[in-house]
């Protein structure tokens, strides 16, 4: 796994694991990690991801109407 150093500014009042679950879920949504990967950066388990993502404003559900019709052909 690669480490990357962030300098934040000191009046910026939040928490590590508010940092980790915004760019986790942002990675998530892009489809540049998978769901495992993205609670595995966060530090937890996969359904306690899918259970906070929701707070953050992140969905389990792609946008692309490709994937909605790959999906239906799935079902």
């Known amino acids: 796994m690669k ?3 962030i300098d934040l500014p000191d009046s910026l009042d ?3 694991f508010e940092i980790k ?4 879920g942002q990675l998530y949504e892009r489809g540049k990690i998978s769901l495992g990967q993205a609670a595995q950066l966060v530090g937890i388990s996969k359904r ?4 906070i993502m929701g707070r953050f404003g992140f969905s389990m ?3 692309s109407i490709e994937d909605l019709y790959k999906d ?3 079902a």
């Open 14 to 16: 939040t928490e590590e």
């Open 61 to 63: 559900f792609s946008d």
């Open 21 to 24: 679950m915004l760019l986790a």
């Open 48 to 51: 306690s991801f899918i259970e």
């Open 72 to 74: 239906i052909a799935n």
């Open 3 to 5: 480490t990357v150093t």
